[in-house]
């Protein structure tokens, strides 16, 4: 049986952040933004919240590092923030939490999100072929401005589906997030490919149900997205193909047509 789909992981797969501000200019951005909000609810910025922005990270990376070597069940972020709050002496609603969370993440257009040159080309070349195409990917955070952003960036027309952590409620490697995707586009395992830069989530994860898994290895010299599991080293499972770029997907065998 051969492959039908391809599922592509996003951060670091897809696009990456060649030209990411100085982390002064994000702090700064940060706090503002978190200013901003907190006048339209009465608060001020004064006193230990200027480390607001600072204390959600901070929690943020922990509970997303815990959950990535645990259970895998996606943390509620905007219960985090919520909880970072009332540290700093400001009781939210559960909407006012969602609110912070989403203004605390800045969005990749501001942080110089790019996608990688051979992307577009690769996706157009990979669907005349008769490849179906979904994305599977871990991030804290969903919604309206990043569905947004997917549009942006001219991924949207190729995805038949997109399944995010943080709205099936598993991170990657669990099986449940790419069983989604399975589900959703009609699948077996054995009809798919994954691609991914994580060893762990996206090779271990894809192998474990029985799906071709690529692994993109990813560049050595560029930071890596917040609140998502780290691309991994040497020494974890080894994927079925190994690439360098996403254009070299087409040369593999599974794709040659």
Known sequence: MGIKAVLFDLGDTLWHFPNMPPQ?????ETVERIRRLLATWGHH??????????????????????????DLKSPDYPELCRQVAARHGLNLSREQAEALWDTWN?????????????VIPTLEALRQRGFRLGAVTNRGWSGPRFWQELDDLGLTPFFETVAVSCEVGYLK?????????????????????????????????????GMLAIWRRPPGDEPVEETTDPPDGEGGPSPDYTIEAIGQLLHLPPFRK
């Open 45 to 70: 910025m004064d006193g230990d919240r200027i480390y607001l922005g600072r204390d959600i990270r901070l929690t943020i990376e922990e509970a997303t590092e815990r959950a990535f070597r645990g």
């Open 173 to 209: 490697p669990h099986p449940r997030i790419f069983q989604v995707a399975l589900e959703a586009m009609g699948l077996r395992p054995e009809e798919t490919a994954m691609v991914g830069d994580s060893l762990r989530a996206d090779v271990a994860g894809a192998k474990a149900l």
């Open 106 to 118: 800045l969005g990749g257009q501001f942080l110089g999100r790019q996608l990688f040159p051979d």
């Open 24 to 28: 002064e200019v994000v702090r700064g």
